[in-house]
């Protein structure tokens, strides 16, 4: 639990590794309970809204402005649950609307490291909700016997996912029933691509689609753009940034999201031919700062749009087959696998996804925030 520290509060937490993402992971137990104060804590742990965050622990990028909630599943067949928390190093709101998959992979081993859940043999497999959509996802690590003969999380391992130097410990993940998280279904405008008139752009055909992450399929050459540009070059060109914006807020109230202004989502998808060997190209703004890589859910709902025919993934993708397709994203640091389940009775509907990440505990400790009338001891 939280206590004293001087004239701080010292609140424990594991910084974590999950994915291509990092952030801190608390019990949620040790945080205030109501949401006012829990976010003032949250804000202060991380530095924002400072855009360096120099006065916190995040890495004032929103890829390591993140955090994890974490308390025992409350409900039949659930082990975990978690609140994922999106914070923009600029920003003063905790956002806890939309999914994190790579944040997702570090929940189960949190859980394990402080208790939660107890491991089950040489693999231990939960149930994780996810709160923020209420979506699940059943996850398998590793936890073998150590020397002292109790079972361990092992975060050594031979598995390698693209953005992440090194090789790590397998963290496979099984996703259902992930249409619709933010948005009302799969294809919130009920059609699998749609023209809209954008303001300086003009006429743009998209695919607007949520299947895990709400997402804006955009082919990369309508906006000027080749789809294989880096991070760092999507991030200084000012003038396809704010076509992307204008875009992304014309979609977002095609979506049924309302004005997405001052929200993380829709995730913005540009596409294009595969360069690499691998099924589509795409690189992502998140949303209005580009990926490294690609989220998770973000690969899952891109692949999903890869194999629905109209769609506009589905006209630059290539070497999609079977009821059980390998989609293999290329993004700005390699490629990301995502294995669909395609009902075999129709193959345009996706029902299952897998994938694989890896995840690490970096740090253990408290972190210590000002005390404030928000957050007292
Ligand atoms: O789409 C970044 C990330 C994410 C989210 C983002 C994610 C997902 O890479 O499931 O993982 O899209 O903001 O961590």
Request: charged residues 20%; contains cysteine.
């Amino acid at each position: 639990t939280a206590r004293r520290r001087g004239s701080q509060t010292a609140i424990p937490c594991l910084l974590m590794r999950g994915g291509t993402s990092r952030g801190p992971f608390f019990d949620e137990r040790a945080l205030p309970a109501d949401a006012r104060a829990r976010d003032a804590v949250l804000l202060a742990a991380l530095g924002s809204p400072d855009e360096r965050q120099i006065d916190g622990i995040g890495g004032a990028h929103p890829l390591t402005s993140k955090v994890g909630i974490v308390a025992p599943g409350s409900r039949p067949g659930v082990g975990v649950e978690w609140t994922f928390g999106q914070v923009q190093p600029g920003g003063t709101a905790v956002d806890v609307t939309a999914n994190c998959g790579n944040m997702l992979a570090a929940v189960l081993p949190f859980a394990v490291e402080t208790g939660m859940v107890e491991p089950a043999g040489e693999l231990t497999t939960a149930r994780v909700l996810t709160r923020n959509t209420g979506m699940i996802a059943e996850i398998t690590i590793r936890t073998p016997t150590g020397p002292d003969g109790r079972r361990h999380v092992e975060y050594a391992g031979e598995a390698r996912i693209d953005g992440v130097p090194g090789s790590a410990a397998p963290i496979e993940i099984g996703f259902l029933d992930t249409a619709g998280s933010v948005a009302s279904s799969l294809l919130p405008t009920g059609n699998v691509r749609d023209t809209v008139e954008v303001d300086g752009v003009g006429r743009v055909e998209v695919t607007l689609i949520d299947n895990g992450q709400p997402l804006v399929v955009v082919e990369a050459a309508r906006l000027g753009a080749t789809g294989y540009e880096t991070p760092a070059e999507i991030d200084a060109d000012d003038a396809l940034k704010a076509e992307v914006e204008a875009l992304r807020l014309v979609c977002g109230r095609a979506m049924g999201l309302g004005d997405v202004t001052d929200r993380n989502y829709p995730k913005m998808t540009l596409v294009a031919p595969p360069k690499h060997g691998g099924s589509v190209s795409t690189r992502s703004l998140i949303p209005r700062v580009a990926h490294r890589s690609i989220g998770v859910l973000a690969a899952v709902t891109a692949a999903t749009a890869c194999v629905l025919e109209g769609s506009v993934a589905h006209d630059v993708a290539t070497g999609i087959t079977g009821t059980e397709p390998t989609v293999s994203v290329e993004h700005p640091s390699g490629e990301f696998s995502v294995t669909l389940g395609l009902d075999p009775a129709d193959p345009q509907r996706v029902v299952r996804s897998a994938l694989l990440r890896t995840a690490r505990l970096l740090m253990s400790g408290d972190v210590l925030v000002p005390s404030s009338p928000l957050t007292p001891v």
